[in-house]
Nanobody, 125 residues
């Protein structure tokens, strides 16, 4: 499976962006999807994840109430709506996928075998 993330850019604090991840293949609905991010000099960290049927979601505490993850199994896409952006949200954002993610462990990087190339989000005035 191949993943391609896009939609990053530069935005002022308080602004918004919508990231999308397009996934190749006909078995998209069998994959749990996640978004992670990596700021300069820091480890890659969990942002949000969504279960195969979209019925379950998980968010990092730092983005709860500001970010929303969603998926469209007909279009093979997963989106991340990011509102009220802060400078500390600046990072390269990666989408990830795996068929065998344990529901309660969606926040763990090691649950995902497939990764996109990343898209840069810069929040700055």
């Amino acid at each position: 499976v191949q993943l391609q993330a896009f939609g990053g850019g530069r935005v002022q604090p308080g602004g918004y962006l919508r990231l999308s991840c397009a996934v190749s293949g006909r078995t998209f609905r069998s994959y749990t999807m996640g978004w992670f991010r990596q700021a300069p000099g820091k480890e890659r960290e969990f942002v949000a994840a969504i279960s195969r049927n979209g019925g379950g979601t998980s968010y990092a505490d730092s983005v709860k109430g500001r970010f929303t993850i969603s998926r469209d199994n007909a279009k093979n896409t997963v989106d991340l709506q990011m509102n009220s952006l802060k400078p500390e949200d600046t990072a390269v954002y990666y989408c990830a996928a795996d068929r065998e993610v344990i529901y309660g462990l969606m926040y763990r990087r090691d649950q995902y075998d497939y990764w996109g190339q990343g898209t840069l989000v810069t929040v700055s005035s």
